[in-house]
C-alpha cells in the first residue's frame, strides 16, 4: 500500500453512501482508477466540483489492497467548463468519455490516448461540430486494434463507396457484404480525412450527420466485440 501521483480526466462518479463518491478517472501513467473521493458531496467539501466528468485534474491517491484506491488530494488543472455547461457539447464529450471508459484497463497506461482525448475536449471547447467525435471514434478504434481502412476496398484493396463495420470499413461492390451500406468514395475520403487529420474540414450538416453516424457505427460494433471477447477470455480464466 503506498501513495501515488498522477494527471486524469474524470470519466464518470458514482454515489457511495451519504456523502462519499466512487470516482472512475482515467490516468495519463495509470490507466483507468477507480477511487473513493471521501466527503466530496458535502457542500463544504475540500474537494468541492473538483470531480466532475471532463474534468483534467492532478491527483494523489492512496493505493488499496481492494483494487478500490483513495483520493487523498485533487487539483483541477482545466474544468473544461465549455464542455459540461453546454448541452450539445456535453452529449458529444458523454460519447467520447463512454467509448475511453470501455477501451482502457485498470493500470495499464495509454498515454497517446490520453492526449488524444485531452486535444478533443479541447477542439470541442472552441468548436460545436460533431465532426470532433467522428474523428475521436475512428481513431480510438484505430488505438484499440481495429484501424478502418477507408482510402481503398478492406478487402481486395481497389477502389470503394460501399461501408461496411464487420468487414473492416470500405468495401467495393464485388466485396460487399450483403449488409453493406453505399455512401460514395466522397464520404470515405471524408471519413478517412477525419481520421488522419482531425476535424478541421466544414462541411454541411448532412454529410456531418453521416460521417459522425458511420464513425460511431463502426466504433461500437468493433469496441462491443472487444468488450464480449474480454469478458469470453475472463470466463476461460475462471473455468480454468
Ligand atoms: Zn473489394
Request: proline share 3%; hydrophobic share 40%.
Amino acid at each position: 500500500m503506498s501513495l501515488y501521483k498522477d494527471e486524469a480526466i474524470v470519466l464518470r462518479t458514482m454515489r457511495l453512501g451519504e456523502a462519499d463518491r466512487i470516482v472512475t478517472f482515467f490516468g495519463r501513467a495509470n490507466g483507468k482508477i477507480r477511487a473513493v473521493a471521501k466527503g466530496v458531496r458535502k457542500t463544504k467539501s475540500r474537494f468541492g466540483g473538483r470531480m466532475e466528468p471532463f474534468s483534467q485534474v492532478s491527483l494523489v491517491l492512496w493505493q488499496g489492497r481492494s483494487g478500490l484506491d483513495t483520493v487523498t488530494q485533487v487539483e483541477v488543472i482545466e474544468p473544461f467548463r465549455g464542455v459540461r455547461e453546454d448541452l450539445e457539447r456535453f452529449a458529444m464529450g458523454q460519447v467520447m468519455l463512454e467509448a475511453v471508459d470501455r477501451v482502457v484497463q485498470e493500470k495499464e497506461p495509454t498515454p497517446r490516448l490520453y492526449t488524444m482525448l485531452t486535444d478533443a475536449l479541447h477542439s470541442l471547447s472552441s468548436t460545436k461540430s460533431p465532426l470532433v467525435v467522428g474523428g475521436f471514434l475512428l481513431r480510438l478504434s484505430g488505438m484499440a486494434g481495429f484501424a478502418p481502412s477507408l482510402d481503398r476496398c478492406a478487402e481486395c484493396g481497389s477502389q470503394a463507396s460501399w461501408f461496411s463495420p464487420p468487414q473492416g470499413g470500405a468495401v467495393c461492390d464485388r466485396c460487399r457484404a450483403i449488409d453493406a451500406e453505399e455512401v460514395g468514395s466522397g464520404m470515405l475520403q471524408l471519413l478517412n480525412d477525419l481520421m488522419i487529420q482531425g476535424a478541421w474540414m466544414e462541411t454541411d450538416k448532412e454529410t456531418t450527420g453521416i460521417a459522425v453516424r458511420l464513425a460511431r457505427f463502426y466504433a461500437e460494433y468493433h469496441l462491443e466485440r472487444r468488450l464480449k471477447s474480454a469478458a469470453a477470455a475472463d470466463v476461460l480464466v475462471v473455468e480454468q
